[in-house]
């Protein structure tokens, strides 16, 4: 029996487990006292960090059965499912299940799936069962006995499927959600207004051809005969058969088979039948129902969405605080109603992220919520896999958004949006990769009209991806993301950027540190990278000097007799920062703060050879000021000045044999006063 690591549990037991216990209505202490095992046992179960003992899982199951936990008329199938998904050593024991069940019979009529090679030939009675209930071949739905809030989903789908007689359906939203656990909901709740009910699970990523092989053979009403040798075929034939019953065609997990970083819900190579497939159902008329869960929305449905057509899409949020409270009661969170709703809060109510977060709240702070959000970190093992998984699906733009999002760490609107970017987007572009993410429930609304922000533990993730990405950069010596996102942004309200600098730059600086142990090593790193920023034009620079910048100014804690020439610097942050003989020779600033705004000139310092020359503005004292000492044909070089008598006393640097100096006077002075 394998055994899983924390990052590596198996949460469709531990969610089939826990949901039992649910159904059963005891709590932990109680279902251990039954089995004879400890507390920790059923924790560690319900968690999917273990597996019962086969002895454990037969009392279990026929306590159950005894509860009348599972539905009526589907124990067997249930207890066959529950022991699959258990991993057990040992087969079922086929005597001891029989015993154990007796003489009942299912309720609804179940059409085992059958392989293709056999569908020739072989009978096929597709009668409706006695009583007028539908056949139903669940395939591997999950078993959700236990369901809390989405009634008023459910109500809105009902209606879809139901009443209005929705050719497509879709339920939409990101990873752990509880898609699949309200569509199976829904096929439970209308299976009897239909004849027939298919479930099917596209996890694997089945072909096309195959699916529907599976499909018709449940589907027919007459042997199916020689196998269909085309996909057009198959789907005209499936066409006919949705058209003369009506039935239910359940397909779980779409966004397997959509391509992964583009954002455009187009199908995978080898897949495009699957779009011929919903673009056909949803095109023609019939009086059948395809339901679709999905990360994200096919591109060949969104043409045909309307609320009065027949193709329908809900997009799914998370959990309502009631909802959420009988899910932190039933794990038997302890904490006031402002904690219950905080830890709701921060997750955004994703049950499966909840349910991850509250096995590690009852393992590692004895089921106090207040204790584990005092600790702070909020995306830790599996629910970061989670939420990586979610953003490798993004597209490049969406990344893009999404970490700028991390990065201004506020509400803003599109238009602030679209200024971020070093190399600024395509309005259009733009707006549609928002939707996007909102439609993902990764971003939300903030409170100002048309403004959006992210939710706290996707802030937390992206975040930390952001700086993973910068360090891997930096160490390779290749930039693109420290070229299109500033991190530290100088125009930023004042706690925004010192939030920044503190939950990005130094946190980077310390990745960065780690790789290069000496001092030395990582400044000289850092400053190979300017070396790096200066060969190239300005307009592809980006942030990438000001982000240096930044790291340099942590590591040193000055940027005294640094080289900035040819470096293209917006948004630094310069204010306080010593940069005496910092040159900045044809280096072109925007959105830099330094210690004042330069003034108009006051005063201009030529020398006797005309080679160089000072100029300086008036400020009255004791206000710092700079003054900008300048060779003819290049660029200033800055040295702190000083106020006598209301004007600037300016100086500049002589250059020869190597060394500098600086000289009080000038040996001649010219004002020219405006």
């Known amino acids: 029996m394998k055994r899983f690591s924390y990052g590596e549990r198996d949460y469709a037991f531990g969610q089939a487990m826990l949901t039992l216990r649910i159904t059963i209505g005891l709590t932990q202490a109680d279902l251990a006292e039954r089995l004879r095992v400890s507390r920790k046992a059923i924790s560690r179960w319900e968690g999917g960090d273990s597996y019962p003992k086969a002895e454990h899982l037969k009392a279990l199951l026929a306590f159950a059965v005894g509860q009348q936990a599972f539905p009526a008329g589907r124990e067997e199938e249930e207890i066959r499912a529950f022991w699959q998904v258990a991993h057990q050593k040992v087969s079922l024991d086929e005597p001891w299940l029989q015993g154990l069940l007796g003489t009942q019979r299912p309720r609804l009529a179940l059409v085992a799936p059958r392989p293709v090679e056999q569908i020739h030939g072989a009978e096929h009675d597709s009668a409706p069962p006695a009583g007028g209930e539908p056949r139903v071949d669940w395939g591997d739905a999950l078993d959700v006995p236990s369901f809390y809030g989405r009634e008023g989903e459910l109500a809105v789908l009902t209606r879809w499927v139901v009443e209005e007689r929705c050719r497509v359906v879709s339920i939409v939203g990101m990873g752990g959600i509880g898609k699949s656990a309200l569509a199976v909901s829904l096929m439970h709740q209308v299976a009897p207004h239909f004849e027939v009910v298919i479930w099917r699970s596209l996890r694997d990523a089945p072909s096309c051809e195959a699916l529907l092989d599976e499909c018709l053979q449940v589907l027919a009403s007459q042997p199916l005969g020689l196998l269909l040798p085309s996909l057009e075929r198959r789907l005209s034939l499936l066409m006919e058969h949705l058209r003369d019953r009506r039935a239910l065609m359940v397909l779980d997990n779409l966004e397997t088979l959509l391509e992964e970083g583009e954002g455009t819900g187009r199908m995978r190579p080898g897949y495009e039948g699957y779009a011929q497939l919903l673009h056909r159902v949803g095109e023609t008329a019939h009086q059948s129902c395809l339901l679709l869960t999905s990360r994200e929305k096919a591109s060949k449905l969104t043409p045909l969405e309307g609320s009065r057509k027949p193709v329908r899409a809900l997009h799914l949020a998370g959990l309502d605080a009631i909802a959420s409270r009988q899910l932190f009661e039933e794990r038997e969170l302890v904490g006031s109603a402002q904690d219950r709703a905080r830890l709701a809060e921060v997750y955004a109510g994703n049950p499966l992220v909840l349910n991850i977060v509250a096995q590690t709240i009852v393992e590692l702070f004895?089921?106090?919520?207040?204790a584990f959000l005092e600790q702070g970190e909020v995306v830790f093992g599996s629910v970061r896999e989670l939420l990586h998984e979610q953003f490798v699906r993004l597209s490049a733009v969406e990344q893009s958004a999404l970490l700028w999002l991390a990065i201004v760490r506020e509400p803003v609107n599109l238009d602030e949006?679209?200024?971020?970017?070093?190399?600024?987007?395509?309005?259009?572009?733009?707006?549609?990769?928002?939707?996007?993410?909102?439609?993902?429930?990764?971003?939300e609304r903030g409170k100002r009209p048309g403004s959006f922000t992210l939710q706290a533990v996707v802030l937390e993730y992206a975040t930390a991806q952001l700086i993973a990405e910068a360090a891997s950069e930096?160490?390779?010596?290749?930039?693109?993301?420290?070229?299109?996102?500033?991190?530290?942004?100088?125009?930023?309200?004042?706690?925004?950027?010192?939030?920044?600098?503190?939950?990005?730059?130094?946190p980077l600086l310390a990745q960065v540190r780690s790789a290069y142990p000496e001092q030395a090593a990582v400044e000289g790193h850092l400053l190979s990278l300017l070396d790096q920023l200066r060969a190239r034009a300005d307009y592809a620079q980006g942030y990438g000097p000001a982000n240096v910048l930044a790291l340099l100014r942590q590591q040193r804690g000055h940027l005294r007799g640094l080289d900035l020439s040819h470096l293209a610097i917006r948004g630094a942050y310069l204010h306080g920062v010593e940069m005496q003989d910092a040159s900045l020779a044809e280096a072109s600033l925007r959105e830099t703060v330094f210690n004042e705004a330069f003034d108009i000139t006051w005063s201009v310092a030529i020398s006797s050879n005309g080679q160089y020359w000072a100029a300086g503005s008036r400020r009255e004292a004791p206000a710092p000021g700079l003054a900008g000492a300048y060779r003819h044909g290049a660029g200033p070089r800055l040295q702190p000045g000083w106020t006598h008598a209301g004007y600037r006393e300016l100086g500049w640097y002589h250059q020869a044999m190597g060394h500098r100096e600086r000289y009080p006077a000038l040996d001649e002075l010219v004002h020219r006063q405006h």
């Open 366 to 370: 004895g089921g106090e919520i207040a």
């Open 417 to 443: 949006l679209l200024a971020l970017p070093s190399a600024p987007k395509p309005r259009g572009q733009l707006l549609e990769a928002v939707d996007r993410l909102s439609r993902r429930s990764l971003i």
């Open 474 to 506: 930096i160490e390779q010596g290749r930039l693109a993301r420290l070229i299109e996102h500033g991190l530290s942004q100088a125009t930023a309200r004042e706690y925004v950027r010192q939030a920044q600098e503190r939950l990005i730059v130094v």
